[in-house]
């Protein structure tokens, strides 16, 4: 056994179970990885179909000498992540292809398995998930072939009963899965290179920023309401609040001061709600606007943006509370100044423009009125593709291109307003949603992406005027979809202008993404804090680990004993006489008498009779009762032998 | 004295027999006594028997002894290589008085027929004994002639090997129900042998202990041997391993299956029993399937029997 050479058909199944792992990694290694694993792999099944030889100890040497340089220099470091996979690969063939001997292929499966835990540091989705399962069945049915499994030899009914095996550990796994102590965060920290293609709003804003990530249909968050959602033209989710431009692009103050909540008390009209927030890399937490309280581990900044200690590298759930109809009401003397200042020389025509409408109008809320009237009343474009700007971005916005995006709209209105001395604020967050009736709650993508402005004014403060809702009415309204059609759903099948199939194809995307959110919520959420809701439901004190080791030790126990019981009862509905002919064979194997697996019960009574004449006599006697029952022609009473093998106590 | 196990048998009085014929056989042909039960069970099973050894360990002694000692009528066809299907079978020759050809009938019309050295002919002749043993009729010139009804074959050969043979095809081996082996006897038996006188003038002597009517009617009642389903559950369970396994070559057929639950009937009747037991399987299973179950080239340990692995192989339910 343990010098036995694995056979081809185990180096078959090993090679396979490898190829099934890797496969979804491969866009993510090196191309000479994938490459040198493929010809690791093919290596070793020459070797064991064909006849090519194992390469000798020194190219095996040198080969893995090797890989170490190759990852160093694809990756620039041997560290993290990619390059931490592409060693792993890289030498999970190598081992591969030097199997020998079972030991080794027990190495390869078990490499195998860590290798599917990898997956889950990209990815964590249902179909990985899924895929994932499939993969550990078939590296089971890999072990059992390794472990030389003499039942089920068909791969078909190797891997079916590998299922059953992987099934019969699925309640277990549950219980680990509820039960085992939650680590605030992941059990170890994800490497610094994970987060670097995260989409979400930035710190900055320029011409396009927003436009961008418009094209997106990647989550930004989730919302349950506690009541009725908000109508859609309250939905500002409040993000970044952009003070300061240099012409082109605007930015946050670096660190503002923090704001304290003057303590409204609770008030009957205060919208509640649930977030579920995709890690975006960056601090800010979404609230309605205007938010009124400070989720857990969050502050508020004076212009009401609600900030993390720590940058959100995984999914994160908080409570919020937003009063819709409140506005900000406080303004610093250094705030005003600074939501007055424009750029040195920037946007001469706009500036000149400014002032003169300004002069001509009566009072403040008059000239921004005419501003607005002026975007509702000259052909301005709503639109996602707008020119590229290469001069003075808002007076080529104003006066020539006028075609923009949100951005633009808020950057060239904020541009105004400060030139006629009214201080004004750009806003960045998300506009909409899109509420999933199944799931009831609402889903805000990435292409919901807004920027606004908020103005001072005297007596009202801080007011929020949405210059994109002059141009396009239906964008706050109604959300994107109905501002800018796009070509929905799966674009193959031309179906975009068919009315019924855009619903189908909408009901489909919304019966998905609730399936998706379930899983964030209750598989990939489970963390800390559901847990301990939990653990409280059933009386247990998370904090406590005696408590919980416990509690896990006795539910596994218990899951154990009903499979135990399961399986026993399966067995039990056998022949009772074959039953009880087994009961006597167990008491003599209790004396070192064992039946052999093709030995007849003559040929046992016979050997009893000889090498144990002391049981002779009883032996025979159950032997002959035995035989007449189980392969007589007449039905006898089986009492007797009951009654035989009950008194039997060799 | 230790009291022994004590297994119903129904019919005392036949196993009582068939014991003699035994007994009356190991007379003359020494030391072979499993052989011999071996012989008879395949013959009460209806079966036709291959005996493979090399020459003189007494084959024809034991074919021979066994026609007398039930009373059957005895022909011997010595098979060489320019044996013609009609030496067999029979020829018709015409007949002056009548005008017309008459048949006549060839050693093969009888109930015990001993094919002597049956790889020593050609095919040709090979397939006219073989399939006269499967339709248990003759067929000649578009007339058919049914066989005896006791009829039984008895073929020796020589082992493959050796030199002028032509082996049997696996297809023709299968109509054979047994194939055993004499091997050489023990010391005490050819002792015995060296001092004694004559086999075959032995044989005369015997006394027949069976007519052809009572063989039929074992024949018979080897059908009626109860198997139960725990035994049929042993006996698919040694077909299906034998199919599945990647040792042998192929598995055993439906026939070979029908073959052994006959054989082991016949073998349960001679023990004076109307039910089988996993015994009378394992007892007949070795030459039943010697001839039928191989290894597959590269697989087993070739010095090992099939049998025995395939019996070591398969639990008793």
């Known amino acids: 056994m343990i010098n036995r050479r694995p056979s081809s058909e185990q180096i078959l199944w090993l090679c396979a179970a490898m190829a099934l792992v890797i496969t979804p990694h491969l866009s993510r290694l090196p191309i000479w990885a994938g490459i040198a694993f493929g010809l690791l792999a093919l290596w070793r099944l020459g070797v064991a179909f064909g006849r090519i030889s194992l390469p000798a100890r020194w190219l095996r040497v040198f080969l893995v000498l090797a890989i170490l340089p190759a990852v160093y220099l694809s990756q620039g470091t041997l560290f993290g992540r990619s390059a931490g996979l592409t060693l792993l690969a890289a030498l999970a063939g190598m081992k591969l292809l030097e199997t020998q001997s079972p030991r080794d292929a027990y190495v390869v499966t078990l490499l195998g398995f860590f290798l599917v835990i990898t997956h889950f540091l990209y990815q964590q989705s249902i179909a990985i998930g899924i895929y994932m399962l499939l993969v550990v069945i078939v590296f089971t049915a890999t072990l059992m072939t390794i472990h030389g499994h003499g039942l089920a030899q068909a791969p078909i009914r190797r891997l079916r009963y590998a299922g059953i095996l992987v099934l019969q550990a699925m309640p277990i796994a549950l219980l680990l899965f509820l039960l085992f102590p939650r680590l605030p965060g992941p059990l170890w920290g994800l490497p610094k290179d994970a987060y670097s293609t995260v989409t979400g709003l930035g710190e900055t804003m320029s011409p396009g920023s927003v436009s961008r990530l418009s094209l997106s249909d990647a989550v930004a968050f989730r919302v349950k309401f506690d009541g009725p959602p908000p109508p859609a033209a309250a939905l500002y989710w409040r993000g970044p609040v952009l003070w300061t431009t240099d012409g082109r692009t605007w930015s946050g103050l670096s660190r503002g001061p923090v704001h304290r909540l003057p303590d409204h008390g609770r008030n009957g009209t205060d919208t509640r709600y649930t977030v579920t927030l995709e890690p975006h890399n960056q601090r800010w937490l979404f609230a309605l606007d205007l938010p009124a309280s400070t989720p857990r581990g969050s502050v508020l900044s004076e212009d009401f943006q609600l900030l993390r200690r720590k940058r959100i590298r995984q999914r994160l759930r908080y409570r919020a509370r937003s009063r819709l109809d409140q506005r900000p009401h406080n303004i610093s003397a250094i705030s005003a100044a600074r939501a007055l200042a424009l750029p040195q020389g920037a946007h001469p025509t706009s500036r000149a423009l400014a002032k003169r409408w300004r002069r001509e109008s009566r009072g403040e809320q008059a000239y921004i009125q005419r501003v607005l009237a002026h975007f509702r009343q000259q052909p301005f474009y709503y639109t996602l593709r707008p020119p590229l700007l290469g001069g003075d971005t808002v007076d080529e916005?104003?006066?020539?291109?006028?075609?923009?995006?949100?951005?633009?709209?808020?950057?060239?209105?904020?541009?105004?307003?400060?030139?006629?001395?009214?201080?004004?604020?750009?806003?960045?967050?998300?506009?909409?949603?899109?509420?999933?009736?199944?799931?009831?709650?609402?889903?805000?993508?990435?292409?919901?992406?807004?920027?606004?402005?908020?103005?001072w004014l005297e007596g009202s403060g801080w007011v929020r005027v949405d210059p994109t809702a002059a141009v396009s009415p239906s964008r706050i309204e109604l959300g994107m979809d109905a501002a800018i059609p796009q070509p929905l759903g799966p674009p193959l099948l031309g179906l975009a202008d068919n009315a019924t199939a855009r619903e189908l194809w909408r009901n489909f995307r919304q019966s998905w993404d609730a399936l998706n959110n379930g899983w964030n919520q209750w598989v990939l959420g489970y963390g800390m804090e559901r847990q301990r809701q939990l653990l409280a439901r059933i009386h247990i004190d998370s904090g406590n680990l005696a408590e919980i080791a416990l509690a896990l030790m006795l539910s596994i126990t218990l899951s154990l004993g009903i499979l135990a019981l399961w399986l026993w009862r399966r067995r039990a509905p056998g022949d009772p006489v074959l039953g009880l002919y087994r009961r006597f064979c167990q008491k003599l194997k209790r004396r070192h008498i064992e039946c052999g697996r093709s030995e007849g019960p003559v040929d046992f009574c016979r050997r009893i009779t000889r090498q144990h004449p002391q049981f002779s006599a009883e032996a025979s006697e159950i032997s002959r009762l035995y035989i007449d029952l189980r392969y007589g022609s007449k039905r006898t009473d089986i009492s007797r032998l009951r009654q035989a093998v009950k008194i039997f106590h060799p | 004295m230790p009291i022994g196990l004590t297994i119903t048998t129904e019919f005392p009085e036949i196993r009582e027999t068939l014991d003699n014929v035994v007994r009356q056989i190991g007379a003359v042909v020494l030391g072979k006594e499993h052989s011999t039960r071996l012989s008879l069970a395949c013959l009460l099973a209806r079966g036709h028997l291959l005996i493979e050894d090399i020459p003189g360990v007494g084959k024809t002694t034991l074919a021979h002894?066994?026609?007398?000692?039930?009373?059957?009528?005895?022909?011997?066809?010595?098979?060489?290589?320019?044996?013609?299907p009609a030496d067999i079978l029979g020829v018709s020759v015409y007949d002056r008085d009548v005008a017309a050809f008459r048949f006549h009938p060839g050693p093969i019309f009888s109930e015990l027929v001993l094919a002597d050295e049956v790889n020593r002919a050609t095919p040709k002749a090979q397939s006219a004994l073989l399939e006269a043993m499967e339709e248990a009729q003759v067929t000649h010139e578009g007339e058919t002639r049914p066989l005896p009804e006791a009829f039984f074959v008895i073929a020796t050969q020589n082992p493959s090997h050796q030199i002028g043979t032509f082996p049997l095809p696996e297809s023709q081996l299968d109509?054979?129900?047994?194939?055993?082996?004499?091997?050489?006897?023990?010391?005490?038996?050819?002792?015995?042998?060296?001092?004694?006188?004559?086999?075959?003038?032995?044989?005369?002597?015997?006394?027949?202990?069976?007519?052809?009517?009572?063989?039929?009617?074992?024949?018979?009642?080897?059908?009626?041997?109860?198997a139960s389903e725990a035994l049929l559950d042993y006996l698919q369970a040694l077909l299906d391993y034998s199919r599945n396994a990647p040792e042998f070559h192929s598995g055993l057929s439906p026939r070979a299956g029908l073959a052994l639950l006959h054989s082991a009937q016949a073998w349960a009747l001679m023990a004076g029993r109307a039910h089988l037991l996993p015994e009378d399987l394992q007892a007949i299973l070795p030459a039943v399937t010697g001839h039928r179950l191989h290894w597959a080239s590269g697989a087993g340990d070739p010095g090992t029997k099939t049998s025995s692995h395939l019996l070591e192989q398969v639990a008793i339910p």
């Open chain 1, 397 to 455: 916005f104003m006066f020539s291109s006028r075609r923009g995006f949100c951005e633009h709209y808020a950057a060239a209105f904020t541009v105004f307003m400060r030139a006629a001395g009214i201080p004004a604020r750009i806003v960045t967050g998300y506009q909409g949603g899109e509420y999933n009736p199944l799931g009831q709650y609402l889903v805000v993508r990435q292409r919901d992406a807004h920027a606004w402005v908020e103005l």
């Open chain 2, 65 to 84: 002894t066994l026609a007398h000692a039930l009373g059957l009528g005895f022909q011997r066809i010595q098979f060489t290589s320019d044996l013609l």
């Open chain 2, 175 to 226: 109509r054979f129900l047994m194939r055993v082996e004499l091997g050489y006897p023990g010391a005490a038996a050819e002792r015995t042998l060296l001092q004694g006188c004559d086999r075959r003038e032995l044989i005369s002597t015997l006394q027949p202990l069976l007519d052809v009517a009572q063989l039929l009617r074992l024949q018979h009642q080897v059908r009626e041997i109860h």
